[in-house]
C-alpha cells in the first residue's frame, strides 16, 4: 500500500484496535477479521463495486490529477487550505478515501450528476455538489468552478468510478437504510452510548483529538466540526453514517436505537454558525432546518442551539 502512516492510523495502532499495518485494518477484538475491501462490501448493503487500486492511477497528467484529488480527500486543510474552516478532512465522512460503500463512496457520486437537490432547489453539476460539502461539512467556502482543487477531487472521483453504470441508484450509493428507531431519539440514552462507546475516540468534549497540529480523531461538534448546515446536522443522515461506520471498525455493532440517540445526542451540542444565517435562529430554523431531524433552533438543556450570532466571516 502506498498510503502513508497517518498520525490517525498510528494512534488507532497505539490503541490497539488495529494491526501494525495502517492500511490493512483488523480490528483488535476479531483477529481474523475481513481485510478492508471485503468489510466495504459488507457495509454498503448490496454494493458490489470495488474501485480500481491506487497502484492503476496512471504515471501521466492526468494521473497527477487523480492523486492530488485523492490528497485533498485524506488531508483536506493541508491540501485545499484556503477552502477549508475547520480541522475535518473529506475522508473523516467519505471513509477509505472516499472509496467505502455506505460511507457516501466517491465513486457511487460520480454516476449521479447532474442532480436537482431541494437543498438548493437547482440542478447541481457534481463540482457544485462538491462545493457544497466544502461550505457546510468543511466549514469553509467553495472553491471557483474549474479550480484544481475541484479538478482534481473531479478527477480522482471519475477515476475511482471506472466501469461503474452511470445511474443514481447505484448499490452503495450514500447511506445503508437504517430503521426508525422504536423509541423518539433521546438525549440522555445517546449520552449514555456516547461514553461507553465513543468518547475514547472523539473525547468527552466532543472536539476529538490531535498530534501536533493535526487531526488524530475528528471532532463531532464545536468550533472545529462541520457547521449547522452541513449534511452530518441532519440527525437522520448522522445515525445512518454512524449505524454503518462507527464506533470505527466495528460496523453495524450498535443497535438501530442507540445510532438514532447517539446522533441525536451529537447533534444537540454547539457548533459553527450555518453560512447561510438570516439574522436570527428564528428565521435561519425557518429557511433551511424546518425538520424534525435538525435541533438548529431547539431548547436543550436550557440552551437555545444556534445562538451563536452571525458566521464568522472567512
Ligand atoms: C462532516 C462529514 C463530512 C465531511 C467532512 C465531508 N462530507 Fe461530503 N457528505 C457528507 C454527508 C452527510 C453527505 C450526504 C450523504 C447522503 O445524503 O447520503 C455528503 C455528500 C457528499 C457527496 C455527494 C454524495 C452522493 O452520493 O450524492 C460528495 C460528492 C461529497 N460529499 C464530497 C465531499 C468532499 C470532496 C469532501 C471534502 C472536501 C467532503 N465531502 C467532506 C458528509 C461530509
Ligand atoms: C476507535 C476510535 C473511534 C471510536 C470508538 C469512534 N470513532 Fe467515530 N471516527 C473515528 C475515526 C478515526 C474517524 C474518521 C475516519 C477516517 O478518517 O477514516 C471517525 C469519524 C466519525 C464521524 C465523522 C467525522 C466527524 O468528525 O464528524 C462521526 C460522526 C463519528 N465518527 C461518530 C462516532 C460515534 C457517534 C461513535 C460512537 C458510537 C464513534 N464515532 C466511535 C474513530 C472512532
Redesign the pocket.
Known sequence: MTRKQTPMTLALCALGLFAASAASAFAADAPSAPPKSEISAAVGAGAKFTPPPESAIPDDEFGKMVKLGRD??LD?PKY?KD??GNT???????LDA?RMAGS???W???V??P?YRSKNKKVNT?EE??Q???KF??NGKAPPLGSKTLVA?ESY?YWLSKGLPVDEKVAG???PNLPEPQQAPDYVRGQKVYEAKCIICHAANGEGQYVNGETVF?PLWGPK??NWG???G?YK??A??IYANMPYGMSYSLTPQEAWDVAYFMDAHERPQDPRWQGSVAATRAKFHDSKFSLYGAKVNGKLLGDIGAPKPR
Not at 88 to 94: I, P
Request: net charge positive; with cysteine.
Open positions: 485533498i480527500m483536506t485545499a477552502f477549508v475535518l478532512s473529506c475522508s473523516n465522512c467519505h472516499g457516501a463512496p466517491l457511487a457520486a460520480y449521479s450528476y442532480a457534481f455538489r462538491l457544497g460539502c466544502f461539512s468543511q477531487l472521483a450509493r450514500g447511506y475528528p466540526s462541520f452541513a449534511g452530518m441532519s443522515n448522522a445512518k453514517f
